[in-house]
DNA sequence: TTGTAGGCGTTATCAC
DNA sequence: GTGATAACGCCTACAA
């Protein structure tokens, strides 16, 4: 309980040393130090490196200059920094593209200004207001309404975007190809055997989530074995969400054979629930994931999904927007998926099971 | 693939509408106009509700005015934003703290720069200095070395600051009772008679590592059962982490017959290295976590760990936070934890067990 | 190479 | 209640 911190009186301590500071002790005006520590030096090449500059940085340096980005920003009309709208960190998926996001920024001298919607309207919308008003020169959007309603208002602000993770519409996306990872689900269930199905659908109202539950579906319908309407189940993304989804498909009577999570963390919930029953997973019921997150091999009982470039898909991302932050048209990316196959799969049971 | 997403052309749109655009429109004086979009009209009441108000407010309505947050931050010497510091968002207990920041901070009407120092400690500093270049009022640090030897500069500079998860000596910090937590887990498995045990030990300078790590070391002690030093096996936090260190464990010739992770994730990363040994876990060998991570319940074999409140945690931070921008004392505030037993951890086996 | 001047959009402090 | 004015710290023409 020892209190140390800062100073113990007022609030924070002497005042930031400013570029007039510097050039104060060092002798010099203002303009020349600011180009000093800019490198802003015409063409003359190494005439940075004269005893004056690194006096003056040399000043800089003890009375620990840190330029203020405020003013910086106010003058040259531009923040470096992106803003990254993303539904909540705890999502390892969102954690894990914005970890993408924030080392491509990084790389291109851009920080990132992340906030967390909790994919709430109001919120969502008040995010997009905080960060233009913290001058964000770009925005990702990592939390788009799949009717792309969310996106008009940004739109007609001018501000540069792209969407991340969920897609919508034609609007510059990079996602997985969440359809195609869809029927690779589906495909691989239906190899087993599998006929009647249940999907823990994701948020309805999630770009990403439509489109897995859309390619798995249809893939089903395609085959002759169209999945029950009663049998696709909204969830949210995490474990809570996977494990009252489960619970409802598994309750039922006729329960399905196998079911389609749209994440990893429902998939785990899932198999929470089938434990809760005493079911095994890839035995009595079959479960595929969708991301492969990293704990998902090692789990006791492994397992299967759909893999998704996460990082990658946020690098990526970044590279788009500052092709579009350059007025270069704006495009829609997927990445392909990969099925992973492990032990929460296998055939069928006899179609005797559960009455 | 159809390009969208801003006027094709250059750059940005239509420049923001600022204060004097609104001021022209609406007839009035730029200063009038900040004052009634700051409800900054001295004390008499309801004065700011007259037709002008209105009028004003109507205006920026319709032009979108949006304040320009580095202007207002340059003339008041404050921005109103917070900078967090944390090692990754994709460890969950980091994303999990920083959600409760987010929301604590945001209810006390700061915004939160969040920067990854992937515990690199070059990437540290320049998180500090890149921090202080935005302005921000203070600063969270969720990734302290314990020697504190990252937080001299920081301290110097008169920045106010609090540190998160991972504590340093006397610097205000709020973490959980990590020691007290690695004791619940030592007398845990005390109790169901295992007497070899091995640790995986998390980052070997983070605070919270250190202590849990001691806690349950010096339980064993006192029981008389001290931890061999080659069974305390560092390790990175992640998954990826606990199955390295469990596989060169659990290889040895004399493998200890229950493990201590000082993180959920590298608790789940052990049960992978078990599972490719053919061990089950509870029953061969016992593996204890820290945090209870939201998945940890779900799990085919439901993980034995230690809670700790992490949002709570995260809340507390800006509290002490707002206390120590105040000027009051900072102090070292440490939340218990909770054993929770589930199935990973059974009684000892055999002494005959694995030669 | 170095100095001068003006302004980015706000807000605080005057005077009216 | 409203209008004028001066900074906040930095950058960038332009002039010397």
């Known amino acids: 309980m020892t209190a140390v911190g800062?100073?113990?009186?007022?609030?924070?301590?002497?005042?930031?040393?400013t570029l007039a500071t510097v050039a104060d002790l060092a002798g010099y005006h203002v303009s020349t130090v600011?180009?000093?520590?800019?490198?802003?030096?015409?063409?003359?090449?190494?005439?940075?490196?004269?005893?004056?500059?690194?006096?003056?940085?040399?000043?800089?340096?003890?009375?620990?200059?840190?330029?203020?980005?405020?003013a910086a920003a106010l003058r040259r009309q531009r923040t470096g920094m992106v803003g990254?709208?993303?539904?909540?960190?705890?999502?390892?998926?969102?954690?894990?593209?914005?970890?993408?996001?924030?080392?491509?920024?990084?790389?291109?001298?851009?920080?990132?200004?992340?906030?967390?919607?909790w994919d709430d309207d109001e919120t969502r919308a008040r995010c997009v207001d905080l960060l233009m008003a913290h001058g964000v020169d770009a925005l990702i959007h990592g939390d788009a309404l799949a009717d792309g309603s969310s996106l008009q208002v940004l739109e007609r602000s001018g501000l540069p975007?792209?969407?991340?993770?969920?897609?919508?519409?034609?609007?510059?996306?990079?996602?997985?190809?969440?359809?195609?990872?869809?029927?690779?689900?589906?495909?691989?269930?239906?190899?087993?055997?599998?006929?009647?199905?249940?999907?823990?659908a994701g948020l309805p109202y999630a770009g990403n989530a439509?489109?897995?539950?859309?390619?798995?579906?249809?893939?089903?319908?395609?085959?002759?074995?169209?999945?029950?309407?009663?049998?696709?189940?909204?969830?949210t993304f995490d474990s809570a969400g996977g494990r009252t989804g489960a619970d409802r498909l598994l309750r039922a009577g006729d329960g399905p054979t196998?079911?389609?999570?749209?994440?990893?963390?429902?998939?785990?919930?899932?198999?929470?629930?089938?434990?809760?029953?005493?079911?095994?997973?890839?035995?009595?019921?079959?479960?595929?994931?969708?991301?492969?997150?990293?704990?998902?091999g090692d789990l006791t009982?492994?397992?299967?999904?759909?893999?998704?470039?996460?990082?990658e898909i946020g690098e990526r991302s970044v590279a788009l927007l500052l092709a579009v932050m350059e007025g270069e048209p704006g495009e829609v990316v997927r990445f392909p998926t990969e099925l992973v196959v492990r032990e929460t799969t296998g055939p069928a049971?006899?179609?005797?099971?559960?009455?």
Do not use: W
């Open 34 to 70: 600011s180009r000093v520590l800019n490198g802003t030096t015409v063409p003359g090449a190494r005439s940075a490196s004269s005893a004056a500059a690194e006096r003056i940085r040399q000043v800089a340096r003890e009375v620990g200059y840190v330029p203020n980005a405020q």
């Open 210 to 235: 439509i489109e897995r539950t859309r390619g798995f579906c249809e893939t089903f319908a395609e085959a002759g074995h169209p999945v029950r309407p009663d049998r696709v189940v909204p969830t």
């Open 301 to 311: 009982v492994p397992l299967t999904t759909v893999r998704s470039p996460m990082r």
């Open 258 to 296: 196998a079911l389609f999570a749209v994440s990893d963390a429902a998939a785990i919930g899932a198999l929470g629930s089938l434990r809760d029953q005493g079911l095994h997973p890839g035995r009595d019921v079959s479960v595929v994931g969708f991301n492969d997150m990293p704990i998902a």
């Open 161 to 200: 975007f792209v969407l991340v993770n969920r897609g919508a519409g034609a609007y510059p996306s990079v996602t997985a190809d969440d359809r195609g990872g869809g029927r690779q689900a589906a495909e691989h269930l239906l190899a087993l055997g599998h006929r009647e199905v249940g999907v823990l």
């Open 6 to 17: 800062q100073g113990k009186g007022g609030r924070a301590g002497a005042r930031r040393a």
């Open 84 to 117: 990254v709208i993303m539904a909540r960190m705890t999502d390892t998926v969102a954690a894990t593209i914005y970890e993408g996001v924030e080392r491509a920024a990084a790389e291109h001298g851009y920080q990132t200004l992340v906030m967390n919607s």
């Open 349 to 355: 049971p006899g179609l005797t099971r559960g009455r």
